[in-house]
């Protein structure tokens, strides 16, 4: 089964429709069309025998550089999940689901922006 094509991804009531550009082994790459918002979702294993899924969202944008005020530069902000579980099947698929879910509720914007702030 595969992702959606695009994928849409919301930020700050932007929406950003990604469209596979890139399939290379189980990688595959979403682009918008303006190029500001990539998508990288992969499926690997690891040297230790591990499964590690992840995805990873990069935001694009130009920026004046703070040394050379008149000088523009493309600066991103990267944020990725990852899951990383043993290849011996011993966690289900419905298991996995469930703490993915829980750390994404953790994810509220109380704690995002405690962790924003440096707090651990």
């Given at each position: ?35 500001a ?8 294993t ?5 499964s ?38 011993t966690?289900t ?28």
């Amino acid at each position: 089964m595969s992702m959606s094509d695009p994928i849409t991804i919301t930020v700050n009531a932007v929406p950003y429709a990604c469209v596979c550009v890139s399939t290379v082994g189980s990688t595959k790459v979403y682009k918008d069309p303006t190029d500001a918002m990539q998508i990288t979702i992969s499926h690997i294993t690891t040297k230790a025998g591990r499964s590690s899924r992840m995805v990873k969202v990069e935001l694009k944008k130009i920026s004046a550089d703070p040394f050379t005020p008149t000088v523009n530069r493309e600066v991103k902000a990267v944020v990725q999940h990852l899951i990383n579980e043993p290849s011996d099947g011993t966690f289900t698929n419905p298991e996995l689901l469930n703490l993915f879910k829980g750390v994404a509720v953790w994810e509220n914007d109380a704690n995002v922006n405690k962790l924003l702030a440096g707090e651990s």
